[in-house]
Nanobody
């Protein structure tokens, strides 16, 4: 079993920055990719960033040029760096990790972390 714990959310003024963390714990697993999603008030959950093998990533058009992702493989932790934040970035942010356990891949979700951006 793998658990994902997110941290780093909070309240920030427009133009500010936050870095979200997604730490995976457990045993006998390896992380394939960590993706990031968000769900704003009254909205459906949407993809924010999707990690690709080799370290590249795809981003939603709304965050391109402002958000980046990275991973600390030794710590089994992924990061979402959010710069130049806008009020419309206000949402609960979730990480989703695709992990390999034995011969199979599994998907796990973090608990979500609230990001609020004030104008």
């Amino acid at each position: 079993q793998v658990q994902l714990v997110e941290s780093g959310g909070g309240l920030v003024q427009a133009g500010g920055s936050l870095r979200l963390s997604c730490a995976a714990s457990g045993s006998g697993f390896s992380i394939n990719v960590i993706d990031w999603y968000r769900q704003g008030p009254g909205k459906q959950r949407e993809m924010v960033a999707r990690e690709r093998s080799g370290g590249s990533a795809n981003f939603a058009d709304s965050v391109k040029g402002r958000f980046t992702i990275s991973r600390d493989h030794a710590k089994n932790t992924g990061y979402l760096q959010m710069n130049s934040l806008k009020p419309e970035d206000t949402a609960v942010y979730y990480c989703n990790a695709n992990v390999r356990i034995g011969a199979y891949d599994y998907s796990y979700w973090g608990q979500g972390t609230q990001v609020a951006v004030s104008a």
